[in-house]
Nanobody
Framework: QVQLVESGGGLVQPGGSLRLSCAASGISFTFFDMGWYRQPPGKERELVASISSIAKGDSTNYADSVKGRFTISRDNAENTVYLRMNSLKPDDTAVYYC????????????WGQGTQVTVSS
């Protein structure tokens, strides 16, 4: 059974930092591209950052709004993906979701349950 479990969300002041974690189980982590998405209140879900599988070189991609502030990384030995968020802004307030995309057949997507990040003074 595939499970993606996020942790690390919470309330932080503007300018602060958080690190989100997503622990994956029930998957061959090596063959998964991983990503973090977020859904602000009343808005659509959007891609924040992604990191490709080992086979594709662990390349990263970021939304323009978070470039230079957020860093995605993965620990393939621990089946975990991280999102380090620095210089947080109120606009970063959202529910953050972990996504796993299998790159081999059958290609499929899996989602975590989400973790709330609130940036407020």
């Amino acid at each position: 059974q595939v499970q993606l479990v996020e942790s690390g969300g919470g309330l932080v002041q503007p300018g602060g930092s958080l690190r989100l974690s997503c622990a994956a189980s029930g998957i061959s982590f090596t063959f998964f591209d991983m990503g973090w998405y977020r859904q602000p209140p009343g808005k659509e879900r959007e891609l924040v950052a992604s990191i490709s599988s080992i086979a594709k070189g662990d390349s990263t991609n970021y939304a323009d709004s978070v470039k230079g502030r957020f860093t995605i990384s993965r620990d393939n030995a621990e089946n975990t993906v991280y999102l380090r968020m620095n210089s947080l802004k109120p606009d970063d307030t959202a529910v953050y979701y972990c996504n796993g995309h299998r790159i081999i057949s059958p290609k499929s997507d899996y989602w975590g349950q989400g973790t709330q990040v609130t940036v407020s003074s």
